[in-house]
């Protein structure tokens, strides 16, 4: 339902002309004319240099609309297109016969001039609008029905900014101990954890890990006192401490739980 639109000009209007043809359907159904106006896009430099040059007019006669394009947004051009398609389906109406000159001051002198005006500036910039709104709509639905799908198959595209943040926060996380650990990582915990539940035969092994710890312990509080006299390795020899204090910790609240086990 495209209507033909000229582009009597030197520049390159492929993207404009996209858009124009994408708002003509919709612009005819709501504004319902039947038949189809010429348009033609149009560029006059002197004419721009003008401060209320023109920017569009329609002809009844020849069904014509002229949309002047130098220097103008694509949505200033379109809303002219659709104040110009609103005279058009006047005229379709029979609303515009014999009224071939306009000349200035028309639509302050003459009352039915004045009220073709007030509806072409009404309804045309409201069509717009509402076209201009349920594209964005559209769109964004469209986005989030693709990110969506994507998820559920677990290929997620998401933007570079927010692909740095997760990669920065996952490295802040890791290097202070607190990244979350991954599934097969969970997993092996847990079988760890139950192993050790389930048998008591491992009580004394896990009694033994425990003294060689306390040994590791020891060793690392030393470490910390030499890292004062060689600061190029203190990092690494508090990091190993915490680590060594954290797999204590777990150790102890493993033993504390088979304890009262054996009490029940």
């Not at 430099?45 to 920017?55: D, Q, S, V």
């Not at 009352?111 to 609008?129: K, P």
């Not at 650990?181 to 847990?190: S, V």
């Amino acid at each position: 339902m495209n209507c033909p639109i000229k582009n009597n000009t030197n520049q390159d209007l492929s993207q404009l002309i996209g858009l124009a043809n994408r708002f003509y359907p919709y612009a005819k159904k709501r504004l319902n004319f039947d038949k189809h106006p010429t348009i033609s896009f149009e560029s006059d430099p002197e004419n721009a240099e003008k401060p209320l040059g023109r920017t569009a007019h329609y002809d009844p006669d020849g069904s014509k609309v002229v949309i002047m394009i130098d220097n103008r947004h694509f949505k200033d051009i379109l809303r002219s297109l659709a104040h110009e398609l609103v005279h058009h389906a006047q005229n379709c109406r029979g609303d515009l016969v014999n009224m071939q000159n306009t000349p200035v001051g028309y639509a302050q002198e003459d009352g039915d001039l004045r009220e073709m005006e007030r509806e072409a500036y009404e309804q045309g910039n409201l069509c717009f609008r509402d076209w201009e709104d349920n594209i964005k709509k559209t769109n964004m639905q469209l986005y989030e029905t693709i990110y969506k799908t994507k998820a559920l198959e677990g290929d997620i595209r998401m933007s570079t900014k927010n692909w740095k943040n997760n990669e920065l926060n996952t490295i802040l996380m890791e290097k202070w101990g607190y990244a979350p650990k991954k599934e097969a990582e969970k997993e092996a915990l847990n079988e760890e954890v139950d192993a050790y539940m389930t048998t008591k035969a491992d009580y004394k092994g896990l009694d033994k890990e425990i003294s060689e710890d306390d040994e590791e312990l020891k060793e690392g509080e030393e470490d910390v006192a030499e890292a004062e006299s060689d600061p190029m390795e203190a990092g690494s020899r508090l990091e190993n401490l915490e680590e060594t204090a954290l797999y204590k910790a777990v150790l102890n609240t493993v033993k504390d739980i088979l304890s009262e086990k054996d009490e029940i």
